[in-house]
């Protein structure tokens, strides 16, 4: 069975129900998810072969920049090759963050959900 990781961070709970969720699913789908608070999160994610990242927009349509942002930045050089999906909410702008983050993802070399992921 592959092993999948849901890594997320949630100020109000939101973004932690939907990881949950989407974990439900994975299994659905004959994964093995792990569903894990971005400040317990590892660090080393080789042995996963499907991510979830979930993160709600912050401030000025930003990806939470005090535990979120910096684990992000420390990983995606790891992510090439791996199935990953994006996932958060926002309640103000036009999604800017998470065209941002779309495309800051593209360029790890990672294939993306909506680049016909099966999860």
Not at 20 to 37: D, Q, R, W
Not at 50 to 64: K, T
């Amino acid at each position: 069975m592959s092993k999948a990781a849901v890594i997320y961070w949630s100020g109000t709970g939101n973004t932690e129900a939907m990881a949950n969720a989407i974990a439900a699913g994975m299994t659905e789908k004959g994964l093995a998810p792990e569903v894990f608070a971005v400040a317990a999160a590892p660090k080393d994610l080789a042995d996963f072969t499907h991510l979830a990242f979930g993160c709600p927009s912050m401030g000025a349509e930003v990806l939470e920049e005090s535990e979120f942002e910096p684990y992000f930045t420390e990983i995606e050089g790891s992510l090439n090759g791996k199935k990953v999906a994006l996932f958060g909410s926002y309640g103000w702008g036009d999604g800017e963050w998470m065209r941002d983050w779309h495309a800051r993802t593209q360029k790890t070399k990672a294939t993306l959900f909506d680049e016909g992921l099966i999860m």
